[in-house]
Every structure is written in structure tokens, then in C-alpha cells.
């Protein structure tokens, strides 16, 4: 059973960076994507970024790019995602996805293991 924890959120001031873990465990990850999504109260689930297995591929949301990173480690099965500069609008629960081979998708419904998520609140 595939299982992902993020972890790393919290209440941050507008204009202070945050770093994202997700740690993926229960098969191998080998040439699976790995994405961060994020949802905020009454709105749709929204795409933040994805990874490739190699890094090779890597995608962001308009709304992101410039301020957040993702990266991953594979001998750790771990995804991070760097939040630089983060602003009010940018509070919501993030959460990782992923799904195998190399997809550039913002799609949240092409993913196919979630994490609980974690919430992130940036207060202005």
C-alpha cells in the first residue's frame, strides 16, 4: 500500500519562506512523477508544481513560478517543495501526489496516490 506524509507546514508571515517534505513509501518510485497540489477553503484543488523521476521534467503553476521550488531525492522516496515569498493568497492545504511516468499534468484527477496533506498559512 502506497502511503505519503507531507510534512513542514505552518503559520508564517507574508513574506517568509516555507520548505515542503513529502516522503513516499510502499512500492518503488522508480519513473514516477511526484506533485504538489494545493486546495484553499472553497476553491478547487490547484497545481503547484511537478517533478520527474530524473528531475528532468519539472513543471510549475503560474501562480508559483519564481517563488517555489520542487525537487526531489530518490534514495529517500522524498519530494520538497521551497516556498519562497509566500503571500496571503498562497494559505491553503498542500498536498503531493503521484503517479507513474514522466507527465507534465496539472490534472488533479491523472494522479493517483495522495498524502493527507498539510496546511499552510500565511498571515499578511
Known amino acids: 500500500q502506497v502511503h505519503m506524509v507531507e510534512s513542514g507546514g505552518g503559520l508564517v508571515q507574508a513574506g517568509d519562506s516555507l520548505r515542503l517534505s513529502c516522503a513516499a513509501s510502499?512500492?518503488?518510485?522508480?519513473?514516477?512523477?511526484m506533485s504538489w497540489f494545493r486546495q484553499a477553503p472553497g476553491k478547487e484543488r490547484e497545481f503547484v508544481a511537478c517533478i520527474s523521476w530524473s528531475s528532468g521534467t519539472i513543471s510549475y503553476g503560474d501562480s508559483v513560478k519564481g517563488r517555489f521550488t520542487i525537487s526531489r531525492d530518490n534514495a529517500k522516496d522524498t519530494v520538497y517543495l521551497q516556498m519562497n515569498s509566500l503571500q496571503p493568497e498562497d494559505t491553503a492545504i498542500y498536498y503531493c501526489?503521484?503517479?507513474?511516468?514522466?507527465?507534465?499534468?496539472?490534472?488533479?484527477?491523472?494522479?493517483?496516490?495522495w498524502g493527507q496533506g498539510t496546511q499552510v498559512t500565511v498571515s499578511s
Open positions: 501526489a503521484t503517479r507513474y511516468g514522466v507527465v507534465r499534468s496539472s490534472l488533479a484527477s491523472d494522479y493517483h496516490y
Open positions: 510502499g512500492r518503488t518510485f522508480s519513473g514516477y512523477t
